[in-house]
């Protein structure tokens, strides 16, 4: 008992490594190496340097953006503020600059004229197809008014009367493009626990207050002049101000925390993201309405409504940290070690069928065993088997680690 | 000097393959091929083609939605238009569509009876209880108002009077059924720099004012019906109607951008996002108050308090786009073909155990050297080791690679 | 024909297993073991249990959150409530609570004093220098107001006047931290699609309406108190309240949702957003600019513009789902399995390098064969070869599954 437990433990602590064959052939030597250089080569410089997977990497950035926009502008003949052109107030990372309004006065429920032409009309019938109409200025009561004298008239609608008229033309407000927008955007990555904001703490406030980004001299400036945000779209300016359009300002924060946390800053970038849309007859630029309510004395309500034409800016934060971590590592080290291994393959195809002497490598790297030659061997010895076998226990591990440990070969 | 280091090149120019063992039997030749036939069947068709593990996946979409609703509706016998339901009006991607108003006019500053019949009283001790309540309309003041004639009376509150009395039945607008949304969307994946708007540029002006939604129809028209959109979550429209609920808009985008960029196209999806309140007791529906503030000749404020029950649409943008890249191909296929070499584990084990002549077969596969031999080979010929290797230098490489170059064996 | 068809079909159900070396040696078998022990516990502790490295993850959770603030304060000599203090309106996710008004009431568009100390003159060339500012309260029209007896004057603007004179002191509205933010958060995991909402769905309308959220002994309750939230981030109330500033509420979702799904809950957390800005001079707090619009009697726009400082609550959802798959299972179970097999490495270096008679395990690990060999051998019996190779036809399969198929050995 003692003795088979002893047997057991011995045959435990065995070590099992394959038995190889070295080839000591110049042209398949040469070209192991160099396939296990290109692939050594590879991992280093791509996967590790370059990819990074030594890291595992927190996408998963928390974001908190303010904006606050300033400057002065002349529309319609007064001057507004950023509490008259900006929507929505609150300064939140998605906002509004309103560049061109179009203003209709006054406006009381009652029923009128459609301003429209498409709802022209010379009889009410005329005016019957179009009920349940949305792209009117009210609902269509059916009825056409023309006065005698005129050649066409336009359908009656009921709603906020009198209608808008957006084929005005009103000159867009070009002050927008001296506007200033200050962005404060703290991040957070919650996997490292790392928090930074997007300008230095060390910056002052006349810095602060003087300073405008550019991309080169002043990476780190949050105040970002309008027209500078366009200029770096690529966009007209007059056109954008005349039609709207949404601006992106893009601020990505790619970080290795492996370096010093100082590192770990943002970049913006600016796109227009209608761009996709641009090509399309429809649809393009950006508006909106909206409307100021007021009451008469005797307490009845009317209203303001406002088209808006606006550039909108979306701040949108992006970003990724990365830091050292075993398990990526070791994934990736041992992807990179059996990689090295399958330049074997290759070496093997030219060693055992392209090269001089290939038979005797093959001779040399493989041993056959067929189930005829088993069977004649144990025809040959039944007793032997058994009697070598006599007192030579063997504990077998479980298959997956050590397969199993052998019999004293013969 | 130089024998020696063309010794070392020479020793360092080998090549090393595994010497192995070829079973010739039937039975184990089938089942490791049909377990090498199993594992490459899984690689390809599920890892490779189901899961295009061979792709890098950008998760990261960025996205911009503009929103537009449109259509006119009938709410205390006024017609209201797109300034008066939609809130916020600057068409972002979260806005509601107001359904039903209780509409509290003329509130001013002062002291006045509260309606809620939680805060009814019979005596001013009955209101201290309620001190600091905040379910009542203004801050309890402790005073019971109570005329004479009356069995109960109503706590008195401090702040805009008269209180709004939310228990008025107000038949909803049921005209949101017919109006329509037109959502802009464009989406960038940044790590392909793939920008991709939600309606073909192809569309024309004409096409794009006349259709509707319809998933299979017309699955890349911008423009949604609400009554269709309420339908496709399944939702009853007149209970939506008149306590409000909060439904998604989810725009997914799967690309595939090994195929042509023509394929990376939006699918929707609807869902009632308070879906998991939906067996609460509480918090149904979806509400909530704002107010429009005016002044009285003298210059008092007053106000008009709206309570809006509404439609809230969340549009959500999520997807990701996959595309060929060399790193996630060479790890799964490193992982393929170590997965193929794990087949031997379970053949190994068949081989060894439960096979006719495992004895013969271990004694092939596995040749045994024990301290014991190894010392005895040692105490026979301390000098012929020494005698082999004079003048044999070995160049011993680092360990990993090739392990050892080996001696020049008797 | 067919005798060689049968050659190759029982060539191909052939199986091939590396031939190995059993070291029976205290020294090395037990490293070897501790090694591969070392391994494994790594894999199953850290990697399998504590990463979870046999789940797939879905990190791209849908969110939806609607917002209600409830309680009255005094400021300003009124009773404000939910709909005066919380921009905006409509129970976003973002929202913010003013604390702090400045009122400046009845601007009418025209000329009239800059109020801030920076645009003090003495002439109008003082003013000249300030041309296109956009720290004033309007544009500096380069016109110096001074009366005869002043030592000192305030440049001009043109834009609403009066302008805003933000040094006044108004204490904050410190009823704040009375108030209560109901958080109703529903979220979906799209690729288990899984939906869960923020509150027990068994949770009465009373409990709601009674309970506040505490971290510990009511960690599920959907009512947060003000104050509590503020003091969880840490801040000064007084400060916050005074200066405005950026609190986030964190809704963690970290699902596993190989358990019941009843476990997918919540966590809440608090942050100060702007923390890294807390040592910076500059920008500290938040506050924002917004005007309500009024009408005389004859129809002149006039407005009251409010400075708001405000708390801002972002509530941020993050949050993912794992459950049980196939597919990194099995690549982390390979990963493991190539790791334990890497064990070797360290065993071969030690066995063939560091052990007494490495020399003649080098002797039992590596066969040799040299070109010097082969190429004797070939010379010795060019016919041998062939004659043996005679009629023995050998189907060589693609090189990586098996990667040869060998001769008859002699």
Not at 29 to 37: A, D, H, K, S, Y
Not at 168 to 183: H, L, Q, R, S
């Amino acid at each position: 008992m003692g003795f088979s437990l002893s047997i057991c433990i011995t045959d435990f602590f065995t070590y099992e490594t394959s038995k190889s064959v070295v080839v000591k052939s110049w042209s398949v030597g040469i070209i192991n190496r160099i396939v296990q250089l290109l692939i050594i080569t590879y991992f280093v410089g791509w996967v590790f340097i370059h990819e990074k997977a030594y890291q595992v990497t927190d996408t998963g950035i928390e974001s908190s953006v303010m904006t606050k926009v300033k400057g002065f502008g002349y529309h319609h003949g007064k001057v507004v503020d950023v509490a008259d052109y900006v929507f929505p107030q609150q300064g939140a990372d998605v906002f509004c600059i309103m560049t061109r309004l179009i203003i209709t006065e006054n406006q009381f429920q009652g029923k009128c004229a459609e301003s429209v032409p498409m709802f022209s009309c010379n009889t009410d019938e005329d005016c019957h197809k179009h009920f349940g109409a949305i792209l009117s200025n009210g609902v269509i009561t059916g009825v056409c008014l023309k006065s005698p004298d005129e050649s066409e008239g336009q359908c009656e609608i009921e709603g906020w009367c009198p209608v808008e008229n957006d084929s005005v033309k009103i000159t867009p407000m070009f002050d927008v493009n001296n506007f200033t927008i200050f962005i404060k955007n703290s991040i957070r990555f919650p996997l490292f626990d790392v928090t930074r904001g997007n300008f230095p703490s060390t910056m002052t406030s006349d810095e602060i207050k003087k300073c405008t980004f550019h991309p080169e001299t002043n990476p780190f400036c949050p105040i970002f002049r309008v027209r500078d945000v366009l200029q770096h779209t690529g966009q007209d300016l007059a056109a954008l101000a005349y039609k709207g359009g949404e601006i992106g300002i893009n601020i990505e924060w790619k970080c290795n925390l492996d370096l010093d946390i100082e590192y770990c800053v943002p970049k913006y970038s600016f796109t227009r993201l209608d761009a996709p849309f641009a090509k399309n007859a429809v649809s393009k630029g950006f508006n909106f309405r909206f409307a100021k309510y007021f009451k008469t004395e005797n307490g009845t309500d009317f209203r303001t409504l406002y088209k808006a034409y606006a550039i909108r800016f979306d701040i949108m934060v992006t970003g990724n940290a990365g830091k050292f971590d075993t398990i990526p590592t070791l994934i990736n080290l041992v992807a990179a070690f059996t990689s090295i291994g399958l330049g074997t393959v290759l070496c093997d195809i030219i060693l055992l069928n392209f090269l001089k002497g290939a038979e005797q490598y093959k001779a040399k790297k493989f041993e056959e065993v067929s189930e005829a030659q088993i069977e004649a061997s144990l025809a040959r010895s039944p007793g032997s088997q058994l009697s070598l076998k006599s007192g030579i226990k063997n504990s077998y591990d479980s298959g997956a680690i050590s397969l199993a440990t052998p019999d004293q070969p013969l």
